[in-house]
């Protein structure tokens, strides 16, 4: 049901199906989805649950875009932005550099990158499918837009000014902190215990999650955020009506 409801954006699936999977299901739909779509995932979205638990979604190559693209709004809608960071791995994250924590995790990064994850989900409720509903739903992403220019703080992100603006006027103003403790835990959580998607290979771009909580958007034409003085990451919206002529 969440490959057709990929492949049509107008489609909305109960979320009801998908209340009572386990950790386990959750992440055999999340690969099963993937496998029928026959999607790359050119980027990775980090996190750690409610439960303590590492996790992690794959972001489809058809979903991912750099600044100053356009980028088609389905139907359906979406949920909202987050502005992150994302980390461009040279070497693939291993538990033994995990066990070095952030000193090990550092020599497995290229580059940092600012980026802007659009949220959304296939369901019809997004709430009613639960913790491991959204993890099989590849953890609410509907695509991801990213900064070539290299973010040159590395992983100093606490308190820092982020600009939100919507259509030329800002949406929210406020100061990043990482969801998770330090930028880097969830990438070093993931890497100790990782499941079966590979998120932390060698060549990803993995995003590590929001520094400024949801910012919910409506239905924008021009999208743009920017964190202290690093170049902004922005898009400019498709709508369906605009997609069909």
């Not at 070539?148 to 992983?155: M, S």
């Not at 990803?204 to 021009?222: F, N």
Request: charged share 20%; hydrophobic share 45%.
């Amino acid at each position: 049901m969440l490959a057709k409801a990929h492949r049509d954006p107008n489609m909305k699936v109960s979320a009801t199906a998908f209340a009572d999977l386990d950790f386990a299901g959750a992440q055999i739909v999340q690969a099963e989805t993937r496998r029928l779509l026959g999607q790359t995932a050119p980027v990775s979205k980090v996190a750690i649950d409610a439960q303590g638990r590492a996790v992690a979604a794959p972001i489809y190559g058809g979903l991912v875009a750099t600044s100053g693209r356009t980028i088609d709004l389905p139907p359906r809608g979406w949920l909202g932005i987050e502005v992150e960071i994302a980390v461009r791995l040279a070497r693939t994250v291993t538990p033994e550099l995990a066990a070095r924590g952030s000193v090990g995790v550092l020599e497995a990064i290229e580059s940092f990158h600012v980026g802007i994850e659009i949220v959304g989900s296939r369901y019809d409720d997004r709430l009613a499918a639960g913790a491991n509903g959204a993890l099989a739903d590849n953890m609410n992403t509907a695509g991801y837009v990213w900064s070539p220019a290299p973010w040159t703080r590395g992983i100093d992100v606490a308190n820092l000014p982020i600009v939100v603006a919507i259509d030329g006027a800002v949406r929210w103003e406020g100061r990043s902190k990482a969801p998770f403790g330090e930028l880097l835990d969830p990438v070093i959580a993931y890497a100790k215990r990782p499941l079966a998607f590979a998120a932390l290979d060698a060549g990803m771009l993995v995003t590590t999650g929001t520094l400024c909580g949801l910012i919910e958007i409506g239905t924008p034409t021009h999208i743009s955020a920017r964190i202290a003085d690093a170049p902004a990451v922005e898009f400019t919206v498709r709508h369906a009506a605009q997609s069909r002529s």
